[in-house]
């Protein structure tokens, strides 16, 4: 409840982020917003060495992983049973510098398999002619390599563009093969471009001319946008890619969706990883690649270098959900019982769910989690009349009290508390106990 010019009005704003499965402890009812509330999983570091940009690709119930040049050669390899792990890091596949590279590091490598049988690796290479990086490609008789150039001369090499980089092979569901690229445009203060090129089934023989997916025209991206990786769903195109400065915290990964292959994309409203969604726990998370129901990628490790990192990924109407990174849900845009939507400036997205006053005043929120466990609930919320309460419920089930402790109102607050989710759809209900509080949104970790 909430008093305003002396008229008496209920309000209450609840903000729902999800964050993919972690195990957690039940909560206790009567919890207090102040408790502390169980750490959600964080993604497992399974190659706990440098290890960027990996690329993964699975051969016979063999997991393989490359990754751009470190210690380990000029494309590192490694080996699993699983997306999980454990992971062995092999060496090098590439021991034979190709002709048209100089001295320098190789980046980003995409491993396929040809309608022929043998191995097709893209790669980004140091190009002696134009001083650039540009893209290559070698073929092999296994995953394991050697992996030897199929030519002296680059595959892509635009010079004037900043050169291209990060390549990746995507095939449609009718057969038809694909190239994606970067334009390097950022490191010659132009646009950064995501590429899609037709191939002949070689991989390496073009057909017509490329098309645009997506640009750097995002203030948050600062200038970069990277590594793209397209994966076809049911409803429509996913073209996850990676944005920011990799050296910096700020690197993240995101996504964009279009129901033709070739556009237009829409992105995101926000990142699917950043620093900040998983709570610290990952540095800078991009670089990432998609195989089954696990996305891998890399991340800045305390002691240098940058290692890689599994998540459990799920598919909620084909959009993607990484556990342990925070999904956002808007109270205002859930099922509110009695309850009513408010305005303002303050709250995320400029509205709350409100009213929340009376014994039949609730507010449901559907949220999605990639695997059945504990998770953490982050809610959103202003309370200004003294502590309040909500009953909280999962799919029907009681799970306990959240308390929203008195910060004043339109001072937006979080509160943090354990549940069980089931894999899949999930509904969240928060319904008045006592005294009042406005919810923004929630979030699950």
Known sequence: MRRTTGALLGAVAVLLTLLPLSPASASAPGERADDPAPLSVPPSLVINDDFPDPEIFVDGGTYHAYSTSSRHGRVPHATAP?????????????????????????????????ADGRYLMYFTGPDTASG???????????????????SDQPLV???????????????DSDGTRYLLYKNDGNAVGQPAILWLQRTEADGITFVGGRTELLRNDLPSEDGVIEAPVLIKRASHYVLFYSAGV????NYQTSYAVSTSLTGPYTRAYRPLMTTATLDNAVEGPGGADVVDDRILFHGWRPEGGRGMYVAELGWDNDYP????????????????????????GSASQGAVAAGIDYADSWVDVTVFAAGSGAHTLHIGYAAGYGEARHALSVNGAPAGTVTYQDRGWENWTEVSVPVELVEGRNTIRLQFQSRWAELDYVEVA
């Open 82 to 114: 699983s997306a999980d792990g454990p992971w062995t890091v092999r060496g090098d596949v590439m021991p034979d510098r190709p002709a048209w590279t100089g001295s320098g590091g190789f980046w980003a490598p995409d491993v396929s398999r040809r």
């Open 321 to 344: 959900v990484v556990r342990g990174s925070r999904v956002r849900h808007e109270a205002e845009r859930g099922s509110l019982n009695n309850a009513s939507v408010r305005q303002t």
């Open 246 to 249: 990799y050296t910096t915290s």
């Open 132 to 150: 650039r990086m540009c893209l290559g490609a070698a073929l092999a008789d296994s995953p394991a390599g050697p992996f030897l150039a199929t």
């Open 157 to 171: 090499c635009n010079a004037g563009e900043g050169g291209d980089i990060d390549p990746s092979s995507f095939v």
